[in-house]
C-alpha cells in the first residue's frame, strides 16, 4: 500500500533519467528474496502439517530461520541500491528501507530513514507522510524506552 503511494508521489514529478542499472539489479534481487521469504514460510506450514505432531515445532522454527534470512537479505539488497540511487529513486528506496526496518521493528533505523526522506524531499505531501511516521517510530522508541527501565 505505502509502496503504491510513493510511486506515485514520486512519478508525478518530472521525468526523471533512466534508473541505474545497479539499482534495478538490486530492487530485483530484493524482490527475489522476498518472495522466497513468502515462499518459505507457507512451505514450512504445508510440511509442519503433514508431519508428525512432536516434529512440527522443530519444521516451523526452520521455516521461521530461513525466513529471516531472507528478510535480513532484503534489506541487504535495498542498501545496496541505495547506494546507487540518486534523486527520488533514493528517496522511494529509503521509504522503503524505513518500512522494512518498521516491520522488523528496529524503530530507531525506521525513525533515521523517515528522517532523512523528510530532509531530502521537496514533495509537500511525502515531507507530511515521513513526518508522521517519524512521530510513530519516536513514540514506539519512548514506549520500549519505558518498558526497558520498568524491567
Request: proline letters at 3%.
Amino acid at each position: 500500500m505505502i509502496g503504491r503511494r510513493i510511486i506515485l508521489l514520486i512519478s508525478s514529478e518530472c521525468r526523471a533519467p533512466p534508473p541505474n542499472p545497479a539499482v534495478s539489479n538490486s530492487i530485483k534481487e530484493a524482490q527475489q528474496q522476498a518472495t522466497l521469504a513468502r515462499k518459505t514460510l507457507k512451505e514450512g506450514e504445508k510440511n509442519a502439517a503433514a508431519a508428525k505432531v512432536e516434529d512440527r515445532a522443530a519444521i516451523k522454527e526452520q521455516a521461521k530461520i530461513k525466513y529471516m534470512q531472507y528478510k535480513t537479505n532484503v534489506i541487504q539488497h535495498f542498501l545496496k541500491a541505495e547506494k546507487h540511487a540518486t534523486g527520488n529513486e533514493k528517496l522511494a528506496i529509503q521509504m522503503e528501507l524505513a518500512q522494512k526496518y518498521w516491520y522488523s521493528q528496529n524503530y530507531r533505523l525506521c525513525l533515521e530513514y523517515y528522517t532523512r526522506v523528510a530532509e531530502g524531499t521537496d514533495q509537500i505531501y511525502l515531507r507530511k507522510e515521513a513526518l508522521m511516521h517519524v512521530s510513530q517510530c519516536q513514540n514506539k522508541i519512548a514506549d520500549t524506552d519505558r518498558n526497558d527501565t520498568r524491567e
